[in-house]
């Protein structure tokens, strides 16, 4: 089975009807990956729409690349995080976009892949960076050279992992030893600092919020998915729509506040007589709280089930 058939697009079919692909329209896919929900816009408009597929790993770049080939010169691709999204529309001469689409998930591509160190449930070096050609700081410097204080912080920020004290004192203590080098090794430490009983309880593996956190910082994430948010809007054209996918409260709850902020008019203190912030409401929220996979893709694709999407549409400044 090759990596397209094994690659499912989370909601993909939500998220079409509310982008609403046209031919002609320009499209966005700000996190590309191996390409599913952009193969799936590139049909629904008889491969007559232009798109623009960003991403920061190289490998699933190429690999999307092969995907959408066929579109030829109508899909354009750009090595680059999405929160630098801005340089290759201008390099493309693009103004203004009708949709995008940013699936703020790590990719099967890899999950699956043991030499990126992404997954605890295969051994592979430590490194979860998603551009390791980037020069990052990989995740074994964080687990082997960090303080206490420091990788605490980063599990409870993060991982929002209850155990993170207890956590990061048994890397201290076991790095002393020896230098933690692998995912497996990682994974064992992680849950032999958890309380047995909380263990045994646990509906999912003891060092996910671990491996959450680490892939974060790593990544620097949150910071990206912060800063994409605070421009896309000046690039959606009225009536455009954004629809962002994620996969933790973390994202969603950026997610949330940036969709809420652009949908509001005055931002100023409530006891300021006169509004003299100046910012116009410019995006309209179809619904308030976000959509959830139905039960069907959940048991088909059980990487579907912590996902959240979250749509917000273009209006004219000061629109209603």
Known sequence: MDAYSEHIPVMIDE?????EPKPGGFYMDATLG?????????????????????????????????????????????????????????????DLLDGVVADLGVSSLQLDSPERGFS??????????????????PASNIVNGASF??????????????MAGRIAR???ETREKAPIETTLELARIVAAAYPAKRRALARNHPATKTFQALRLEVNQELKEVEN???????????????????????????????????????????EYPVCTCGHEKRLRLPFRKPLLPGQEEMRVNSRSRSAKLRVAERIAGGGE
């Open 149 to 162: 204080e420091r990788l605490r912080q980063i599990l409870w920020d993060y991982g929002e992992e209850p």
């Open 120 to 137: 605890f449930l295969h051994d592979g070096p430590l490194d979860m960076r998603m551009d390791p050609g980037s020069g990052g700081e």
């Open 228 to 270: 994409f948010l605070a421009r896309i809007v000046d690039y959606l054209r009225p009536g455009a729509r954004i629809c962002v996918i994620s996969f933790h409260s973390l994202e969603d709850r950026i997610v949330k506040r940036a969709f809420r902020t652009e949908n509001t008019g005055c931002l100023c203190p409530r």
């Open 34 to 94: 191996l390409g599913g929900h952009a193969a799936r816009l590139m049909e629904l408009t008889g491969g007559q729409a232009h798109l623009l597929g960003l991403d920061r790993d190289m490998q699933a770049l190429r690999k999307a690349g092969e995907r959408l080939a066929r579109y030829g010169e109508n899909v354009h691709l750009a090595h680059t995080s999405f929160q630098n999204f801005s340089g290759a529309l201008r390099e493309l001469g693009w």
């Open 170 to 172: 048994a890397i201290v």
């Open 15 to 19: 998220v079409m009807h509310w982008l």
